[in-house]
Each structure stands twice: as C-alpha cells, then as structure tokens.
C-alpha cells in the first residue's frame, strides 16, 4: 500500500484521510474573523464610552483580546452546529466544516475551550466579574438559544438572535468598569434594533439561499411585502433611538450629529425599501446600514479620544 | 456496533479489530499539514502562558498601587 492509496482500515470510510489536512487558517476561518473584528470595536467603545479613563490599559487590552476569542469561539460553535445548512448556501458552503477540511467534531472541541479560555481569561483581565458573566451569556445566547434553537424555528430568529451580537458594548463597559448601568445598555439597545433591517435587507436579497436551506427567514416565511414593512417600522424605531444616548454621559455633539444625519439618511432608505419601488434598495439599504452602525461608534471613539467630553 | 465498524480493514482485522502488523505512511500533504497545525498549537500554548502572565503580573501591579 502507497502512502497516496486511500486507507480502507479508517472506521469512518475507506477514503476517510488518516491525518486532517485542515491547516491553521482553517482555523482561523472558523473563528469568524470578520464578526470578531466587529465585536472588538463596539467592545473597545463600551470600554472609552464608560465614565473616566480607562484605569489599567494594559488589562483592558487583554480584556479586549478575551472578549474577541469569546466571540471566535462561538463562531465556530455556530460553524459546528450549522455545518448541515451551509454547505448548502452559496454563501457558506466553503466554510472549512462543509469543504471538510475541518471535521465537525474538531470544530466543536475547538469552539468549546475556546468559550472556556475566554471567560476564565475575561474573569482574570476584567474589572469584577460581570464581564466574563455577560461573555458566558453572550457565548450561550448565540450557540445555544439562536443556533439550536431560534434560526430554524421562527422568522423571528435574528430579531430575538440579534442580542448576542448587540451585547459587546455591555461587555467592553464591564470589563474596565464592573458594571453595566443604562448607557451601556442604550448602546446594546441601538445594535439590538439595528440587527433586523440589516438581516432582513439583506434576507430579501438571498431569500433563495436561505429558502434552499430550509431557513424560515422573514421573506420566505411571510413574504417581501411584510418584510419591507417591518424594515419600516424597525427603521423608525431605530433611528430615535440611536440618538439617546447623546443625552446620556457616554456620548457628545459629534455622536448626537452623527445619530441625527445618519438616522434620517437610514429612514429615507429604508422608505425606499418599504415602497418596494427599486430592486436595488434592499442592498443599499444593506450597504448604508453597516457604515451607518460604524459611523455612530466611531463618533463615539473618536469624542472620547479626542477629549469632547470635557 | 455500526456497519462501518464492521469494514474489512487492511490493518486491523474485521471480526476482532486486531493490528494485522500492516503498516502505512502518511502522504507529504498530511505530513506538511499536521506539521503546521503542531507549529499553530505550540505557538498557541506558548500565547496563552505569555497572557496568563502578563494578566497575572498587570493585575498584581494594580493590587500592589492600590494598596500602596
């Protein structure tokens, strides 16, 4: 027998490899890094937006890097679990689990010590343990309650989901400061509801994807119709929203701007996509609404560093 | 026990799962592959004693100013 022959002793299958050919950047894909690089900026504005200076930098870095491998580890939980329905999206299907490169069970071993080592790391960087607390619940709520639970029962799944990915501010605000207290939870709030119309814009632009993977998104489930309306209504909410927390310590004029400009222009596509006039407006609306989110946490970034605040 | 359990294998016999004393070698590709994942892990490892310290020793730091 050649080294290249396939190996029939392999309880798995004949053509099963011995040896995994998944290389470190496999890896690295499973960890989601492009969510994770979102969960590091809204975390490192919840940590500059909490009242006073950052006491200890050097801790509030490693708190950093904690919370983003907390955030990487449930991302490739989520790959683990959902490996059935990405290989069949287009979008997913050359995850590293679907392309096997990856075997799922590594992936889940993976994405678990990963959760582990990032709460321990959190609970020793932080100040207090709320944060790791909020990152345990962060990790749970997304493997967990929207994983296994929300994304293949209700259309509702990344409304009620969507908190996982609104809670780094909480998390960052714990972090350096112990607590949680209205503001940081305003911020979470303005994710929180950003969360839809951006999924839902973007679920009217895969809607086949997600319909040939049996996923009960909006559009597949109640129709474009009633997915446009909704993005409506969310919008309206949103765009108020978002300005709140100008009245609050954590944030200033440049933010309070930025939430008022950005929100109109968010409003007025979202009405685009509410009178369903143009194909064209979902993605636009999609494309707006992420330098949207950016935009309001880099005004607040950028007042704190830049001293606004007084 | 499943039916693929159950296989006739080239290196462990197929009624009683015992090494038949058949060898074989893994292709380069595997060879490379597990090599940098071994490089990944031992990099890994050594990451994360490096940050158990540096958390350790700024924590301790910020104990010893607070006291002081």
Same mark, same amino acid.
């Given at each position: 027998?050649?080294?290249?022959?396939?190996?029939?002793?392999?309880?798995?299958?004949?053509?099963?490899?011995?040896?995994?050919?998944?290389?470190?950047?496999?890896?690295?894909?499973?960890?989601?890094?492009?969510?994770?690089?979102?969960?590091?900026?809204?975390?490192?504005?919840?940590?500059?937006?909490?009242?006073?200076?950052?006491?200890?930098?050097?801790?509030?870095?490693?708190?950093?890097?904690?919370?983003?491998? $907390? *955030? $990487?580890?449930?991302?490739?939980?989520?790959?683990?679990?959902?490996?059935?329905?990405?290989?069949?999206?287009?979008?997913?299907?050359? /995850?590293?689990?679907?392309?096997?490169? &990856?075997?799922?069970?590594?992936?889940? *071993?993976?994405?678990? !010590?990963?959760?582990?080592?990032?709460?321990?790391?959190?609970?020793?960087?932080?100040?207090?343990?709320?944060?790791?607390?909020?990152? *345990?619940?962060?990790?749970?709520?997304?493997?967990?309650?929207?994983?296994?639970?929300?994304?293949?029962?209700?259309?509702?799944?990344?409304?009620?989901?969507? !908190? *996982?990915?609104?809670?780094?501010?909480?998390?960052?605000?714990?972090?350096?400061?112990?607590?949680?207290? !209205?503001?940081?939870?305003?911020?979470?709030?303005?994710?929180?509801?950003?969360?839809?119309?951006?999924?839902?814009?973007?679920?009217?632009?895969?809607?086949?994807?997600?319909?040939?993977?049996?996923?009960?998104?909006?559009?597949?489930? /109640?129709?474009?119709?009633?997915?446009?309306?909704?993005?409506?209504?969310?919008?309206?909410?949103?765009?108020? !929203?978002? &300005?709140?927390?100008?009245?609050?310590?954590?944030?200033?004029?440049?933010?309070?701007?930025?939430?008022?400009? $950005?929100?109109?222009?968010?409003?007025?596509?979202?009405?685009?996509?509410?009178?369903?006039?143009?194909?064209?407006?979902?993605?636009?609306?999609?494309?707006?609404?992420?330098?949207?989110?950016?935009?309001?946490?880099?005004?607040?970034?950028?007042?704190?560093?830049?001293?606004?605040? $007084? | 026990?499943?039916?693929?359990?159950?296989?006739?294998?080239?290196?462990?016999?197929?009624?009683?799962?015992?090494?038949?004393?058949?060898?074989?070698?893994?292709?380069?590709?595997?060879?490379?592959?597990?090599?940098?994942?071994?490089?990944?892990?031992?990099?890994?490892?050594?990451?994360?004693?490096?940050?158990?310290?540096?958390?350790?020793?700024?924590?301790?730091?910020?104990?010893?100013?607070?006291?002081?």
């Amino acid at each position: 027998m050649t080294a290249s022959e396939p190996r029939s002793y392999s309880p798995a299958g004949p053509a099963a490899p011995v040896v995994s050919l998944a290389t470190p950047g496999d890896y690295l894909q499973l960890l989601k890094p492009r969510v994770m690089s979102l969960v590091i900026f809204t975390a490192l504005v919840g940590m500059v937006a909490a009242p006073g200076p950052v006491g200890n930098w050097p801790l509030a870095l490693l708190s950093l890097l904690a919370i983003a491998v $907390g *955030a $990487g580890a449930s991302g490739a939980l989520n790959m683990w679990w959902d490996a059935d329905i990405d290989a069949v999206m287009e979008r997913t299907k050359g /995850r590293p689990i679907p392309s096997g490169r &990856v075997p799922r069970a590594e992936a889940a *071993a993976f994405g678990g !010590l990963l959760s582990l080592l990032s709460v321990w790391l959190l609970a020793l960087s932080g100040v207090g343990y709320l944060a790791a607390a909020l990152l *345990a619940f962060t990790i749970f709520f997304y493997v967990v309650v929207y994983s296994m639970g929300l994304k293949r029962s209700t259309p509702q799944n990344i409304v009620i989901g969507g !908190l *996982a990915g609104a809670l780094p501010p909480a998390v960052g605000w714990a972090a350096v400061t112990g607590e949680a207290p !209205l503001a940081a939870w305003l911020l979470v709030a303005v994710i929180f509801f950003w969360t839809p119309p951006h999924f839902w814009a973007l679920s009217l632009l895969k809607s086949a994807d997600y319909e040939a993977a049996g996923i009960p998104m909006m559009p597949n489930v /109640r129709g474009a119709e009633h997915t446009r309306k909704l993005i409506w209504w969310y919008s309206l909410l949103l765009a108020p !929203l978002a &300005v709140l927390p100008a009245l609050t310590q954590a944030a200033s004029w440049l933010y309070a701007a930025t939430a008022v400009l $950005g929100g109109a222009e968010f409003l007025r596509r979202a009405w685009h996509v509410r009178k369903g006039g143009r194909d064209s407006a979902p993605g636009s609306l999609f494309g707006f609404s992420i330098l949207y989110l950016f935009g309001l946490f880099a005004a607040l970034l950028i007042e704190h560093w830049a001293g606004l605040h $007084g | 026990m499943a039916d693929s359990d159950r296989r006739p294998s080239a290196l462990f016999t197929a009624e009683e799962g015992k090494p038949t004393g058949e060898t074989h070698g893994l292709s380069e590709e595997e060879v490379r592959a597990r090599g940098r994942r071994n490089i990944a892990i031992a990099l890994g490892v050594v990451a994360f004693i490096i940050l158990v310290f540096l958390t350790t020793f700024f924590r301790l730091a910020d104990s010893v100013q607070g006291a002081g």
